[in-house]
């Protein structure tokens, strides 16, 4: 498995789709030199780890629209903490949460599946629900990370980090509607693009043929 990952991250991008999300990866590189200069080593530090993070989907070969959707929300997410958008706008987080914590749950579920960790839906006798709770778990506990690190941020590092009872509360309930969205959008998210499949198919010596992803039929 680890294998297939670290191909997927050395192969060339096919299709404009694949370059646009490997352009938004590039402007995150530059934007980490950007940050340092503009707000210091704490921003740096936090473009530097959100980069990171937007390899995630490329290395799990998701389809580009996936990969790009996440690879630009991720970037709105850290630029409006690092200029304190979330401060001067006191509503931007809720949105940013839904969408960046939903994101996130789901390529960490395709991850975990990947990896054997979580059963693949397609084995399940009620696929979707099962991918539902498990994503929204994943999410939640995702949101409930971030809120201890903010906490760990003002506490131990910058007493101007916002954190307060409704603004954690309020912030882990996006995460977990957004992750819960996820979820229920997951048998589109995890279908592997055309190409990927006929490519193992290659491998395989079979014949090259498109395929869709399981049917998830709801209880």
Do not use: Q
């Amino acid at each position: 498995m680890m294998h297939e990952l670290l191909e997927n991250l050395r192969r060339r991008p096919h299709g404009p789709a694949e370059l646009v999300a490997d352009g938004l990866r590039a402007v995150g590189l530059v934007c980490i030199v950007i940050a340092g200069i503009g707000w210091g080593p704490m921003g740096a530090v936090s473009l530097a780890f959100v980069t990171g993070a937007m390899l995630l989907p490329r290395a799990l070969a998701v389809r580009p629209g996936f990969d790009i959707a996440y690879c630009v929300i991720a970037l709105m997410s850290v630029w409006s903490s690092v200029t304190d958008l979330y401060v001067t706008v006191k509503w931007w987080d809720l949105p940013m949460h839904f969408l960046m914590n939903g994101l996130a749950a789901a390529v960490c579920y395709i991850l975990l599946e990947r990896l054997g960790v979580v059963a693949k839906a397609s084995t399940l006798p009620r696929p979707l629900l099962s991918t539902t709770i498990v994503t929204t778990a994943i999410g939640l506990s995702l949101a409930a990370f971030w809120e201890m690190f903010e906490w760990f941020g003002k506490t131990f590092l910058d007493e101007t980090i916002y954190v307060g009872y409704r603004d954690t509360i309020g912030d882990i309930v996006a995460g977990g509607l957004g992750s819960l969205l996820a979820g229920l959008l997951m048998p589109v998210l995890v279908a592997r693009p055309r190409r990927a499949e006929s490519a193992g198919s290659s491998r395989a010596g079979a014949t090259p043929h498109a395929t869709t992803p399981p049917a998830s039929p709801d209880p």
